[in-house]
């Protein structure tokens, strides 16, 4: 009995240690704001055990997706406040997140400004050898539904304004890229390369749908730690010349305010019945 009680005794430390492994390392968070009619808005990341906002993301319109940015593993709440609100002021929306080690999301703003949530997506950072991984998230209010196909592969059918489709494998390479809705067909091309992640966002542009190309991993099973190569920065008045401003302050406890356009170069556009 006094063999076994010590061994109990020695077991706890062991079980405490596994126990806490699982919240500890680094995963990677971007925000994003997917509303069409719904303005610009300031975004927070808090830690669970921390008033301080460790991310702040300042007038945010639609279209937007940030950088990943690395994270302890935890829990996390977002919060969305209309565009130059207090920081003290009562959210918008707020929703919270669990971020696990090696692990990559993307929380979203979406919907139409009446029925605005914020969606958490568990951003998948790897991919079956020698192929990549596609998905969609549909933001188009104006044509709600959409199919999406990436050569002769459907990636969509009938995908619904503000959903997402799941990941699918396909062959890399340079490959066509078609959007067909109530307004007509919408192509572009896109290169795939081995190993690499992809999410395709369609969007409302000045001229019909447009469509993006975030790259969710590089082929290295984590997320590009710099700002994402490609992206589209919204719709209001911003040409693909526009510039990417960031003032980037870090406080004495560690809170990073990230401030300005973080509206991504538009990398593939695709125009409804051009």
């Not at 290169?191 to 409302?204: E, F, I, R």
């Not at 302050?249 to 051009?274: P, S």
């Given at each position: 009995?006094?063999?076994?009680?010590?061994?109990?005794?020695?077991?706890?430390?062991?079980?405490?240690?596994?126990?806490?492994?699982?919240?500890?390392?680094?995963?990677?968070?971007?925000?994003?704001?997917?509303?069409?009619?719904?303005?610009?808005?300031?975004?927070?990341?808090?830690?669970?055990?921390?008033?301080?906002?460790?991310?702040?993301?300042?007038?945010?319109?639609?279209?937007?997706?940030?950088?990943?940015?690395?994270?302890?593993?935890?829990?996390?709440?977002?919060?969305?406040?209309?565009?130059?609100?207090?920081?003290?002021?009562?959210?918008?929306?707020?929703?919270?997140?669990?971020?696990?080690?090696?692990?990559?999301?993307?929380?979203?703003?979406?919907?139409?400004?009446?029925?605005?949530?914020?969606?958490?997506?568990?951003?998948?950072?790897?991919?079956?050898?020698?192929?990549?991984?596609?998905?969609?998230?549909?933001?188009?209010?104006?044509?709600?539904?959409?199919?999406?196909?990436?050569?002769?592969?459907?990636?969509?059918?009938?995908?619904?304004?503000?959903?997402?489709?799941a990941y699918q494998a396909v062959t890399p390479g340079t490959v066509t890229v078609?959007?067909?809705?109530?307004?007509?067909?919408?192509?572009?091309?896109?290169?795939?390369?081995?190993?690499?992640?992809?999410?395709?966002?369609?969007?409302?542009?000045?001229?019909?749908?447009?469509?993006?190309?975030?790259?969710?991993?590089?082929?290295?099973?984590?997320?590009?730690?710099?700002?994402?190569?490609?992206?589209?920065?919204?719709?209001?008045g911003h040409g693909p010349g526009s510039p990417v401003l960031w003032l980037v302050?870090?406080?004495?406890?560690?809170?990073?305010?990230?401030?300005?356009?973080?509206?991504?170069?538009?990398?593939?556009?695709?125009?409804?019945?051009?």
């Open positions: 009995m006094l063999l076994a009680a010590s061994a109990l005794l020695l077991g706890i430390p062991a079980a405490t240690a596994f126990a806490s492994s699982a919240t500890t390392g680094t995963g990677w968070i971007r925000l994003a704001h997917l509303s069409p009619n719904t303005p610009a808005v300031d975004v927070y990341l808090y830690s669970f055990d921390d008033s301080n906002a460790m991310i702040v993301l300042h007038h945010v319109a639609y279209g937007t997706v940030s950088p990943y940015e690395s994270v302890q593993a935890g829990d996390y709440s977002v919060a969305m406040r209309a565009a130059g609100a207090s920081p003290t002021s009562q959210p918008v929306l707020s929703t919270s997140v669990t971020i696990a080690a090696g692990h990559a999301y993307t929380v979203a703003g979406m919907g139409p400004e009446s029925g605005l949530r914020l969606q958490v997506l568990d951003d998948d950072l790897t991919t079956p050898a020698g192929k990549s991984l596609v998905r969609v998230i549909q933001a188009s209010l104006k044509q709600q539904v959409v199919n999406v196909s990436l050569g002769s592969t459907v990636l969509a059918s009938g995908l619904k304004f503000a959903t997402v489709s078609s959007v067909s809705a109530g307004a007509g067909d919408a192509n572009s091309s896109v290169t795939l390369a081995a190993g690499t992640v992809h999410t395709l966002v369609v969007l409302d542009g000045t001229n019909g749908l447009e469509i993006v190309s975030l790259e969710d991993a590089s082929g290295s099973g984590t997320p590009p730690l710099g700002g994402v190569s490609t992206g589209f920065g919204g719709t209001a302050a870090i406080g004495a406890g560690g809170t990073l305010a990230l401030t300005g356009g973080l509206r991504l170069r538009r990398n593939r556009q695709l125009h409804a019945g051009v």
